[in-house]
């Protein structure tokens, strides 16, 4: 075995499962510096839609015919009162 005649024993093990840890880490940390426009903000599930994107959204559907005046009126008061 490695640890018999000289060798480092479970220091050695230790050191080199935290530098391998740490290795990886900085790889990571590396990547995600080096690279970030990868990642698309819009695509995050988490993001709150913005009230003025729900407005422009009610404006589209009325302008395709979706919804009529009076129901357009009563959402849009909804939407700015919740403000």
């Known amino acids: ?3 018999w005649n000289g060798g480092s ?3 050695g093990w230790l ?3 935290v530098g391998l840890v740490v290795f990886w880490g900085l790889v990571v940390i590396g990547l995600t510096v080096l690279l970030p426009g990868v990642r698309d903000d819009r695509a ?3 993001r709150r ?3 003025q994107d729900a407005l422009r959204v009610l404006d589209e559907r009325l302008a395709r015919g979706e919804l009529d005046v009076q129901d357009y009126r009563a959402r849009r ?3 700015r ?3």
């Open 1 to 3: 075995m490695m640890w």
């Open 9 to 11: 024993g479970w220091i």
């Open 15 to 17: 050191l080199m499962s």
């Open 44 to 46: 995050d599930p988490f």
């Open 49 to 51: 839609p913005e009230p």
């Open 77 to 79: 008061e909804v939407l």
């Open 81 to 83: 009162r919740g403000r």
